[in-house]
C-alpha cells in the first residue's frame, strides 16, 4: 500500500533498508538532513519533503547522453519562463497537476491491469514525473515569495528536464531491442489504454511543454511515442497464446 503511493517510495525503501541494514547511500542521507526545517512541517510536510528528495536525487545524478527530443534549459532562460509561468499561477498551477493526475492515473491503472509491480524496461523513469510536476503545483500556490518561487520552481524545471532526457534516452535505448517475446498479451493490452494511449501521450507533452515554454514541435517525446508504436505493433510470442505447432503423438 504504501509503495503505491509515490510520496511514500523514499520512506518505504529507506525503512526497509535500515531494518536489513543494507542502506548505503550515505551521500543521499546527508543531504537530506540538509532540507529545511520548515519544509519538514506542516500537514503536507511528507509530500514537500518526498519532493525534495525527488529534486536531490535528480541533481546527483550523473551525466547522461542527452537525446535531440529533450534539449537543456539555460538556467537564464528557466528564471524568465518562471516569471511568465507565475503571471499566471492558477492556470500554470492546474496544467502541472493534470499532468500529475494522468501520470499517477496511467501508471497505477498499467500495474493493476498487468497485474506488475513495475514498468516494462525503459520506462522506469516515468514515475518519477508525478513527484516533479506535483511539486512544481505546490510551488507556484505556496505563500513563498516570488523570488524563492522562482528559485525553487528553476530547480524543479531543471530536475524535471534532466528526468524527461533521462526517460528518453532509455527508451531509445529500449527501441534498439527485440520487442517480440519481451511482453504477455495483457502487458501490451493495459499498456495501450494506460500510458500508450493518445490521451496520455497527448496530455504529458501539453504539460511538458507548458512547464518549459516550449512549442510542440521541440520537445516531441518522440522516442517515448516510438516505444509506444513499437509496443503496440510487436508480434508477440506469449504465454497467453496457445501453441499450435504440431505434436508427436504416442500411439
Not at 129 to 148: G, N, Y
Request: contains cysteine.
Amino acid at each position: 500500500m504504501l509503495d503505491a503511493d509515490l510520496k511514500w517510495h523514499f520512506w518505504h525503501d529507506w525503512y526497509l533498508a535500515m531494518w536489513n541494514g543494507t542502506f548505503d547511500d550515505w551521500d543521499l542521507a546527508f543531504e537530506i538532513i540538509k532540507v529545511a526545517d520548515d519544509v519538514w512541517k506542516g500537514e503536507d510536510a511528507a509530500q514537500k519533503v518526498a519532493d525534495e528528495i525527488v529534486r536531490i536525487k535528480a541533481e546527483r545524478r550523473p551525466t547522461i547522453d542527452r537525446p535531440e527530443s529533450v534539449p537543456g534549459i539555460e538556467r537564464k532562460k528557466l528564471i524568465q519562463h518562471v516569471k511568465r509561468l507565475l503571471e499566471t499561477p492558477d492556470i500554470s498551477a492546474l496544467t502541472a497537476e493534470g499532468a500529475a493526475a494522468n501520470l499517477e492515473r496511467a501508471v497505477l491503472e498499467f500495474k493493476n491491469t498487468v497485474p506488475a509491480n513495475c514498468l516494462p524496461d525503459g520506462l522506469e523513469h516515468l514515475e518519477a514525473l508525478h513527484a516533479l510536476f506535483q511539486s512544481i503545483s505546490t510551488t507556484i500556490k505556496s505563500e513563498a515569495s516570488d523570488s524563492e518561487k522562482q528559485q525553487q520552481l528553476a530547480d524543479q524545471m531543471a530536475a524535471l528536464n534532466t528526468k524527461l532526457a533521462e526517460l528518453e534516452a532509455k527508451l531509445k535505448i529500449a527501441k534498439e531491442k527485440l520487442l517480440n517475446g519481451r511482453f504477455k498479451i495483457a502487458a501490451i493490452d493495459s499498456f495501450g489504454k494506460t500510458i500508450g494511449s493518445t490521451w496520455f501521450l497527448g496530455a504529458l507533452a501539453l504539460g511538458t511543454n507548458h512547464s518549459f515554454g516550449l512549442s510542440p514541435n521541440e520537445m516531441t517525446l518522440e522516442n517515448l511515442r516510438g516505444f509506444s508504436d513499437d509496443m503496440l505493433t510487436a508480434e508477440l510470442l506469449s504465454l497467453d497464446q496457445p501453441d499450435l505447432r504440431p505434436h508427436a503423438v504416442d500411439i
